[in-house]
């Protein structure tokens, strides 16, 4: 530090006058690129939080769709009137494209997408032998219906369907901890960047 300010000293006058105008505008300047860094990191956590807020009403729409699939059947079973189905077409008809959303919104966090392909692969079977059954109804075969029933195919479907998404949203809640620990730290490295850098620009212009 003291060679520095012997060398300053040592300066001719017109190079001291250039230094003294070049070093708060390369201060300013640097100042302003830290601070484009933190804002920009802030801005792209809370686009991630608002990502995972999504992932979460989707996962509990997609959730919901399942159990609508469940219901629509079991009231065809009952009743045997195919308007009771309409539950189960509603669901069947959107729970593939809230699957897909859903699936993107957690593209980038691994745990949570193998999670995910397990309980799609598991909706996929579940769907799939219910309509199965319900072809085997209007056929008139009933035999495969109290089979199913008696074996208790759907029911072990639909514990291990609920059991993936407690595991999804279990890791999911844990990204979205880490993620707001992460945003609290760059709001507050940010507010330093901000008054810390403007108040040292301000001094050394002076």
């Keep these: 530090m003291r060679r520095l300010l012997k060398l300053f000293s040592d300066l001719p006058i017109a190079r001291k006058l250039l230094l003294a105008s070049v070093i708060p505008v390369l201060t300013v300047i640097l100042l302003s690129i830290v601070t484009y860094r933190s804002v920009e990191n802030f801005s ?42 309409y539950p189960y077409r509603t669901a ?42 319900i072809e ?9 219906l109290r089979q199913y029933i008696e074996e208790g195919r759907g029911r072990m479907i639909m514990i291990q369907i609920r059991e993936e998404m407690g595991r999804f949203d279990k890791a999911r809640q844990q ?9 609290s730290q760059d709001r507050s490295t940010m507010l330093l960047v901000i008054l810390g850098g403007g108040t040292l620009a301000l001094c050394l212009m002076l």
Excluded: P
Aim: charged share 30%.
């Design 175 to 183: 990204t979205l901890n880490t993620l707001l620990s992460r945003l």
């Design 136 to 144: 085997a109804m209007k056929a008139g075969r009933q035999d495969e």
């Design 92 to 133: 069947q008809d959107h729970i593939q494209a809230v699957g897909i959303s859903l699936d993107e919104q957690v593209r980038r966090y691994a745990e949570q997408r193998a999670i995910l392909s397990n309980v799609r692969t598991l909706v996929a079977q579940f769907t799939n032998e219910k309509e199965a059954l």
């Design 44 to 85: 792209e956590d809370e686009s991630e939080l608002n990502s995972l807020y999504l992932s979460q009403r989707l996962a509990a729409e997609y959730l919901r769709l399942v159990v609508d699939l469940e219901t629509g059947f079991r009231g065809f079973v009952i009743t045997k009137h195919e308007k009771y189905l």
